[in-house]
């Protein structure tokens, strides 16, 4: 992948990794050409069949903008900020992301539940 843009440029996903805590959610919004989309998809799936084998993972699931717009939103469930720095930064995934067209984007950004009285619980 040719380039990382943060969700939060104050904090991008190399400092995120540093904090330990349960359960997370990653959530990397991706752009790319139209012409790059079936490429995109056939690396993201490889990408995804390794990241289901790492200890703590728990789901994921990836989400196509509507329209003409190829923007894709991933999120993925993981155990731990630790178990999702242990594959993020593992030598196989990291070889990987130069598999990605040169025209994707990525903006990972993990996130914890937060409890809202009477609508969500944490």
Not at 28 to 36: G, H, I, M
Not at 42 to 53: E, I, L, N, T
Not at 71 to 98: G, Q
């Amino acid at each position: 992948m040719s380039h990382l843009r943060p969700l939060d440029p104050a904090f991008p996903i190399d400092r995120q990794l540093g904090i330990d805590t349960s359960p997370v959610v990653l959530v990397n919004v991706f752009t790319l050409d139209k012409a790059d989309e079936q490429s995109f998809l056939q690396v993201w799936q490889d990408d995804a069949a390794f990241m289901k084998r790492q200890p703590g993972f728990i789901s994921t699931q990836l989400h196509r903008a509507i329209g003409e717009s190829p923007t894709y939103l991933n999120y993925a469930v993981w155990e731990s900020t630790a178990h999702f720095r242990a594959a993020f930064t593992h030598p196989e995934f990291r070889s990987k992301i130069s598999a990605y067209p040169s025209s994707a984007v990525a903006s990972p950004h993990l996130f914890q539940k937060v409890a809202v009285p009477g609508i969500c619980v944490a």
